[in-house]
């Protein structure tokens, strides 16, 4: 591993020796992929998440949506989604968007259930998010509420990885041309229906793997080329 790799996995034991035992300590048992090895030799994981909100101080997760990337392949058997319990009515102009009721949401799984299979798909592997911002927050949140301690993790933008190449092209943009949908379009990757965490996941999988196609030459490409 190079320095940065180890670096990288010194962070993650001194979390390791940290966390208190259950889920979150297991998944830092993991270690971390070296962001020098080639992507394609490094499993991933494309993650979604639909909310109440955009604030994980106080808005909570609806769902969570995942599905494991190995190599250039998307293994669908591995696709998993998790309505959550909440503890509030869903407020009315989310509930529009993610098609969530409360009556669904009443049904769903306890939020710890949900994170603890969670963390054990995402142990040993690279987070792939749209907007990762989004992900990295609530995620963070949730183990912080659940294990008092946060969550570390590496990451692919698929949101950053088009934004860079459209700036290096000097390509002029809107915030709209940086949607998941609209990016798939580019690359004429199929269309799913907006907004539930399982389709938008298998969306951010295949752009991810639509954008690493285009930077492959044919040679090496290390992992970090993509990280953010």
């Known amino acids: 591993m190079g320095l940065s790799a180890l670096a990288l996995d010194w962070r993650r034991r001194l979390r390791l020796r940290r966390a208190p035992p259950g889920p979150l300590r297991d998944y830092f048992a993991a270690p971390f992929p070296d962001p020098g090895r080639d992507y394609r030799e490094v499993e991933l994981l494309a993650v979604d998440l639909e909310t109440t909100g955009f604030d994980p101080r106080q808005d909570q997760i609806l769902s969570i949506g995942y599905v494991c990337v190995r190599g250039p392949c998307i293994d669908l058997s591995s696709a998993r989604h998790h309505t959550i319990r909440i503890d509030r009515a869903i407020p009315e102009a989310s509930a529009v968007i993610h098609q969530i009721t409360d009556d669904q949401a009443a049904g769903g799984e306890d939020l710890a259930d949900a994170m603890q299979t969670f963390l054990a798909a995402l142990a040993g592997r690279v987070m792939i998010a749209h907007y990762a911002h989004v992900e990295r927050g609530f995620l963070n949140a949730a183990c912080q509420r659940l294990y008092g301690r946060g969550l570390m993790t590496l990451v ?4 950053l990885l088009a934004q860079r190449r459209l700036e290096r092209r000097d390509v002029p943009y809107s915030p ?8 798939g379009a580019r690359y004429n990757l199929p269309r799913y229906g907006a907004h539930n965490a399982l389709s938008d996941a298998l969306a951010a999988a295949e752009l991810f793997l639509a954008q690493a196609a285009h930077h492959d030459d044919g040679r090496r490409l290390p992992l970090r080329t993509f990280l953010c």
């Open 176 to 183: 709209g041309d940086l949607r998941l949908h609209a990016l």
């Open 156 to 159: 692919v933008d698929t949101l």
